[in-house]
């Protein structure tokens, strides 16, 4: 279908000002050049196939551009790593697991001083159970998030107490 640089820029959802940078290049496919100031005419599929062609042609490097940007990467890396911007994996996962298992470890030893709390600010007497049930019921949710798919080690969240390990957990108080 021939159209003209307006019409073009609809289609495409290009700019006309684009269009115009475009047919800078030598090999801008204008089906009828009437000339500066004049409207051209453009086939729809020349242009299609030419706007394909630039776009995989951006995306292609030589090997020695590649090796180049491999090497700058690893000089960045080097330098990160110099300038102690970088922790290692194992170094972060071992980091987090201690969190994990503090946190663990506060919300399920907490419930007695929360009980003791509730108990003298409201007058009454909260059975500690129900709060032991809180927290397994947060655990096991958080339990469900997964991060072993994701990064292929577990984060120590996934250990839930049950019923049988609330001794070990500070809920068989």
């Known amino acids: 279908m021939d159209v003209n640089k307006k019409q073009l820029a609809e289609i495409f959802g290009i700019s006309e000002r684009t269009f115009t940078e475009y047919q800078r290049h030598p090999n801008f496919p204008i089906k009828d050049d009437a000339g500066r100031g004049k409207t051209n ?27 180049d940007s491999i090497r700058a990467n690893r000089e960045e890396l080097a330098y990160a790593k110099d300038l102690e911007e970088l922790v290692p994996a194992d170094l972060v996962e ?55 798919s994701e990064s292929g080690a577990g984060t120590g969240a996934e250990e839930v107490c049950t019923a049988t390990e609330d001794e070990q957990c500070g809920m068989g108080e």
């Open 41 to 67: 005419t453009y086939d729809t599929v020349a242009v299609f196939k030419w706007l394909v062609r630039k776009e995989a042609g951006k995306n292609t490097e030589t090997a020695k551009e590649r090796l």
């Open 94 to 148: 071992e980091r987090l697991t201690n969190v994990v298992i503090a946190i663990r470890s506060d919300l399920l030893n907490g419930n007695a001083q929360l009980k003791a709390e509730l108990d003298t600010e409201y007058d009454t007497d909260i059975d500690v159970d129900i709060l032991h049930d809180h927290s397994r019921q947060i655990l096991e949710g958080l339990s469900e998030i997964s991060l072993e």
